[in-house]
């Protein structure tokens, strides 16, 4: 989809309901759906998170969405696929500033040219207890990014007409952080296949545009 067409339809996503819950639980297995469904988060005490679900123009003036492959370490997140974005530090204003900064930190996208168009609906983590604040960010700019070599393994720019195709959507047998060989819905985009919390996440994004198409 061109830019400029894509961009016409963000006064309307400004103005929609959230699919919320019932849109995140399309892309979590059975086991995850029953687990969130019985915890009290207040009793978790989780740490927060921002991140951006950001389009913006390629130099064909077709859009994309930002992705980023992470780096490979000891932790929950290793070498996964998610957004720009990470967890709030106590100089932070509010949750949206978190957002921003992160990005900007891993990515090298200044918040200048960013701006926040929704606020979608938290999911919580409960492998890291995050609870992740996502926003749908635009970018009128052909952006350059400057991965965070310690953090970002690769940038993935994915078209927007692959991330909405309900055939990239499909499940895969892995192994989480609760359970082994178990079927995880996925989308498969740009060969990488994005699970969990980012793919929960990108199920109410595209919920909200698929309705407007």
Same mark, same amino acid.
């Given at each position: ?14 103005? *929609? ?30 740490? &927060? ?11 064909? %003036?077709?859009?994309?969405? %930002?992705?980023?492959?992470? &780096? ?17 530090? %106590? ?96 989308? &498969? ?11 929960? *996440?990108?199920?109410?994004? &595209? ?7």
């Amino acid at each position: 989809m061109k830019f400029t067409d894509f961009y016409d339809l963000i006064p309307k996503i400004k103005n *929609m309901p959230l699919p919320g819950q019932e849109s995140h639980n399309k892309m979590a297995p059975a086991i995850r759906v029953q687990e969130l469904e019985k915890l009290k988060l207040e009793n978790k005490n989780p740490r &927060k998170a921002g991140v951006i679900s950001l389009f913006y123009p390629d130099e064909a %003036l077709e859009t994309r969405l %930002l992705l980023i492959l992470r &780096k490979t370490y000891n932790g929950v997140h290793s070498n996964q696929v998610g957004f720009p974005g990470g967890k709030v530090e %106590l100089s932070d204003k509010n949750i949206e500033e978190t957002a921003l900064r992160e990005t900007w930190e891993e990515v090298g996208v200044s918040p200048k040219k960013i701006e926040l168009v929704k606020q979608m609906s938290s999911v919580y983590i409960p492998p890291s207890n995050f609870l992740v604040q996502p926003f749908i960010g635009v970018s009128t700019n052909n952006l350059v990014f400057t991965k965070q070599d310690d953090e970002v393994e690769e940038i993935i720019e994915v078209l927007f007409t692959d991330f909405m195709d309900d055939t990239v959507v499909f499940e895969e047998s892995l192994t989480t952080s609760y359970a082994t060989n178990i079927e995880v819905p996925a989308f &498969k985009l740009n060969d990488y296949t994005v699970w969990g919390a980012t793919a929960m *996440m990108l199920s109410e994004v &595209k919920e909200m545009f698929k309705k407007l198409l």
